[in-house]
């Protein structure tokens, strides 16, 4: 390992392609070996697949909070639909355009990771609603699926882009919801016209270099209200307000801000 991490980048990507290309020649897949006669039966899953599924699921783990007193794990399930998926990015792993480096050891982290974990340990994933994009948090399986900056305001990208899995459902006033996804932004310029008026405000401290340093008694609220007339999903957003400008607030998302610094992070 330590001869290992001493070596430069293009002599690690070598050897990783060649050890690539003898791991296809042990490959039982029937891609593999459709130009092969050989005596043992096909296996289902392919190693040349697998490795970039691998890498994938080690990147994505990093994101991802579990308690382990609470022995939530994978699904079998949900690791045979990531690797599927995973097969269905990459294409074929044997193409001579293939490079095993650039278009599997280093493909771009998942997108949604909110997403990702919900197949991870459920085997899939909420999809009602107007996408991933907005989602913050999602329940079904006897499982909720929780993006961190809904729960603290930080502008730290390793404390804040990361997905808490617990098992659970949401409930909100005594009522359980499926979802809880950012509050349209046509909803947070313009007064309520109708549905309902109940809200839940509760004033987050916890947050460093997010506020503006040379404005004091910078407050963020956590507002939630029921999406009307969808009865199984809530909205969320913060409406960040100081004394020093009173009647004037800004609103920001919680998927809103995941997303933000995840793009910051994946830059540095």
Not at 253 to 259: D, F, N, R, V
């Amino acid at each position: 390992m330590e001869a290992a991490v001493n070596k430069g980048y293009l002599n690690a990507a070598q050897q990783f392609s060649q050890s690539y290309v003898s791991l296809s020649q042990l490959c039982s897949c029937m891609n593999c070996r459709s130009n092969v006669d050989g005596e043992r039966g096909y296996t289902a899953f392919c190693l040349l697949t697998l490795i970039p599924t691998i890498c994938t699921l080690v990147r994505a783990m990093s994101t991802i909070c579990m308690q382990q007193d609470l022995k939530v794990q994978p699904t079998r399930s949900g690791l045979e639909s990531i690797y599927w998926n995973q097969r269905d990015a990459i294409g074929d792993p044997g193409d001579s355009y293939y490079d095993p480096v650039v278009d599997g050891l280093l493909r771009p982290w998942p997108k949604h990771t909110l997403s990702f974990a919900q197949m991870l340990f459920a085997g899939r994933q909420y999809d009602r609603g107007s996408g991933s994009g907005n989602v913050v948090a999602a329940s079904h399986s006897g499982l909720c699926f929780c993006l961190h900056t809904l729960t603290e305001i930080t502008s730290d990208p390793q404390r804040a882009c990361v997905v808490t899995v617990v098992p659970g459902r949401i409930e909100w006033n005594g009522f359980m919801y499926d979802m809880i996804r950012d509050q349209g932004e046509w909803k947070m310029s313009t007064p309520r016209q109708g549905g309902y008026n109940a809200v839940s405000m509760t004033t987050v401290t916890k947050y460093d270099d997010l506020a503006d340093s040379s404005t004091s008694g910078l407050v963020a609220e956590l507002i939630i209200d029921e999406i009307f007339p969808e009865s199984t999903s809530l909205s969320a957003f913060y409406r960040v307000l100081t004394a020093a400008f009173p009647g004037r607030h800004f609103s920001l998302g919680a998927a809103e801000i995941w997303a933000q610094l995840r793009v910051h992070s994946c830059k540095l």
